[in-house]
């Protein structure tokens, strides 16, 4: 009977630490790119939040011995909690990316093709490049890095603490101004071409009223979109990498 009692002892221990990481697992992965795409069942997102819970969780089983003596509505809360604001933060990258594409083919004039590729409508640029960086993320290794993430996590903000409001609000206008200033930064070259376009535009229009320059030039804007898209892409897709992979390394690091 002792046996029995150890054994279920041990095995409820064991429970209640994954339940612990889960809570803040779960949410991370509803928002991470990749695994909480809204094209993924509901179920598939459990199965990996789980696989991950069972992953991350020998890991920092010594870290998590205390929190059976924690109030449980506190616990939940807090874990929940940081669990959101480190999904977000990560999903302000993916949106960074298809503001990024929006801008550029706005800029271009290519916004209006095969506009509903994806669940939530894009522009074609844009939904090729969120196909490309998710396709690149796996390739090197995001589920490697989401479980080191999640571990870092704990080392900065300890199970079952609440963060402080005003320094996670400071952190999110931070990060969501990096993620503007990434999106810029990376349509910047379509942006710098459109200007230059609508300027040559307006004194060939000047020079020669009678020609219909609109239809003459539309083709234009149109192919150097395409051809830029073809040329930067692949830098696009490094910068956008190295921004994701600094954010991962240090979740809550300065904006």
Excluded at 2 to 22: D, M, P, Q, R
Excluded at 91 to 108: D, K, P, V
Excluded at 109 to 124: D, E, H, K
Excluded at 213 to 241: D, E, K
């Amino acid at each position: 009977m002792t046996g029995a009692a150890e054994l279920l002892s041990l095995a409820w221990g064991a429970l209640w630490i994954h339940f612990v990481v889960f809570l803040r697992v779960g949410p991370v992965m509803s928002l991470f790119p990749g695994f909480g795409e809204r094209s993924v069942p509901v179920r598939i997102k459990l199965m990996l939040a789980l696989g991950f819970t069972v992953i991350v969780t020998p890991v920092l089983a010594p870290r998590l011995t205390g929190s059976a003596d924690m109030a449980f509505g506190l616990l939940v809360v807090a874990e929940t909690g940081v669990g959101l604001v480190i999904g977000i933060g990560v999903r302000l990258f993916l949106l960074a990316l298809q503001t990024a594409g929006s801008m550029a083919a706005q800029a271009t004039s290519l916004s209006q093709i095969l506009g509903s590729a994806s669940v939530t409508p894009l522009p074609a640029m844009g939904h090729l490049l969120v196909v490309a960086a998710l396709a690149l993320s796996m390739m090197l290794g995001l589920h490697i890095r989401v479980a080191e993430m999640v571990i870092l996590t704990y080392d900065i903000l300890p199970v079952g603490r609440l963060p402080d409001a005003a320094t996670v609000t400071q952190w999110g206008v931070g990060q969501a101004a990096s993620a503007f200033s990434l999106a810029f930064g990376l349509a910047a070259p379509f942006v710098i071409v459109s200007v230059i376009y609508n300027l040559a535009l307006g004194v060939i229009n000047r020079a020669m009223p009678q020609l219909m320059v609109v239809f003459v030039g539309a083709p234009v804007i149109t192919a150097a979109g395409l051809v830029l898209l073809m040329l930067l892409a692949p830098v696009m897709l490094t910068v956008w990498m190295t921004a994701f992979d600094r954010f991962i390394t240090n979740p809550f690091g300065a904006g």
